[in-house]
């Protein structure tokens, strides 16, 4: 028995050292925090667009980000707005004509966000790609209207993908989204911004981000496997060495979830995506990393074990559990029970229960990512003076945290883009391009 609580205890010992490493780690990474972001040079507008929403029954919020996308402060012949529907139920892809966005519909099936992307990438490759970049956003998505201005900027400057400023669209209308909000602002602050510092890469957050067609032709298209396509896709980038770009004058608003179970159930399809990521890339990102010795591998690396280690923080917790049942007789106390060794106050997680049901889940889930369904209904959110709903230049636009459904009138003066999509009524001009419907 003795030997056996022996063990116990130097394992938790052991954890907690790692933990603390890993901590350490991250803790020098995040302390340029307080440094301003570096100065970006403006260009003038010069990048071909292409805009890119796949929804899935999204009527009631996708005419609202149709809206702030075309009241962007960039040449109105220099992008365009599409919208992928895919397995909709709703009227979202005429909602979205309505509002003024080109329809592209997929003829290949469609079971996640990431496979409409691959649709998308490839059928503008195949048919003359005339863009120079593949903006991404999410239908429930507000955009600041320099949004697309900034990502030039980036572009001109030689990045050929770059993340945008994530902010909370709704962080009054429950305590869940407010928490949401400041882990928005966390990792902006603490993650992309001292990395950007420290010449690392920037990660990929679903949406919001941009690429340039030029890697993605080296990149052989979009390809996904996993449930975190956003991850995947950053991965891929960096063992190509391509660095994200991390760009916080491009700032967009992103729609928290209401209650518990969605986020919950967000939360573990993340963590589950990460471990397909880790199983997937992990060992070449060491193989790289030893043949290479590139920090940039070696912190992509560490950023897909953040699961692992957060289910490992939940161990020296239950050994010392254990460690006090088996030995009743001794005095709970820093020296006999290892959870209250000076390493067991490193907070590695505060929510580590998602990942672990996320970590089992991907051992057996192998699919992608199930689509969201009707986004929830939004209560009243109270913005204070300046809120981002007044950047927009079109009057029309919600403020962040209300849904609309009132379309917008189609916007003049654009350019057809280069396809045969799903037009609306009020565009009338030949596209050189035919698309399926």
Not at 45 to 59: G, M
Not at 89 to 97: G, N, W
Not at 260 to 274: D, E, I, L, N, Y
Not at 384 to 404: I, K, Y
């Amino acid at each position: 028995m003795k030997t056996f609580l022996n063990l116990c205890t130097d394992l938790a010992w052991g954890i907690q050292c790692v933990l603390l490493i890993y901590a350490i780690y991250n803790v020098i990474l995040a302390l340029p925090f307080f440094r301003k972001d570096k100065p970006m040079k403006h260009f003038a507008p010069q990048k071909r667009f292409a805009v890119l929403v796949a929804a899935r029954n999204e009527e009631s919020v996708i005419g609202s980000l149709v809206e702030s996308l075309l009241a962007q402060d960039y040449p109105k012949e220099l992008f365009d707005v599409y919208v992928i529907p895919n397995n909709c139920s709703d009227d979202t892809a005429e909602a979205a004509r309505r509002a003024g966005a080109w329809i592209l519909t997929c003829t290949a099936p469609v079971k996640c966000k990431g496979d409409a992307l691959s649709f998308a990438f490839d059928y503008f490759e195949k048919k003359g790609n005339p863009y120079d970049a593949f903006c991404i956003f999410d239908a429930d998505n507000l955009v600041d209207r320099n949004f697309l201005r900034s990502m030039n900027d980036a572009f001109c400057s030689g990045a050929k993908a770059a993340q945008g400023r994530r902010d909370s669209k709704n962080p009054y209308d429950s305590p869940l989204t407010g928490s949401y909000s400041i882990y928005y602002w966390m990792i902006s602050r603490f993650y992309n911004h001292p990395r950007s510092l420290w010449n690392l890469s920037a990660v990929i957050n679903g949406c919001g981000f941009a690429v340039s067609a030029g890697l993605l032709k080296e990149l052989g298209g979009f390809h996904t496997k996993t449930l975190t396509e956003d991850l995947e896709f950053t991965t891929q980038c960096i063992l190509r060495d391509q660095k994200v770009a991390w760009v916080p004058e491009a700032v967009f608003y992103d729609e928290s979830p209401l209650q518990f179970s969605p986020s919950w159930k967000q939360r573990r399809r993340w963590s589950a995506g990460v471990f397909q990521c880790l199983r997937l890339y992990g060992p070449r990102l060491l193989g790289k990393l030893i043949r290479e010795r590139k920090l940039l591998c070696l912190d992509q690396f560490l950023f897909l074990t953040a699961p692992l280690m957060q289910i490992l923080s939940l161990v020296p917790a239950a050994l010392a559990v254990l460690l006090f049942l088996l030995s009743p007789g001794r005095p709970l106390q820093p020296s006999s029970c290892p959870y209250f060794s000076p390493f067991s106050g490193v907070p590695c997680s505060p929510s580590p229960l998602p990942f672990w049901a996320g970590a089992s889940s991907s051992f057996w889930r192998n699919g992608p990512s199930e689509s969201s369904g009707k986004p929830s209904s939004i209560t009243g959110s109270f913005w204070p003076a300046g809120s981002p709903s007044t950047w927009f230049a079109s009057s029309a636009a919600p403020p962040p945290g209300r849904r609309s459904s009132t379309p917008a009138a189609s916007p003049s003066g654009r350019s057809p883009p280069p396809n045969d999509t799903q037009r609306p009524a009020a565009k009338t001009a030949d596209c050189p391009f035919r698309c399926s419907s």
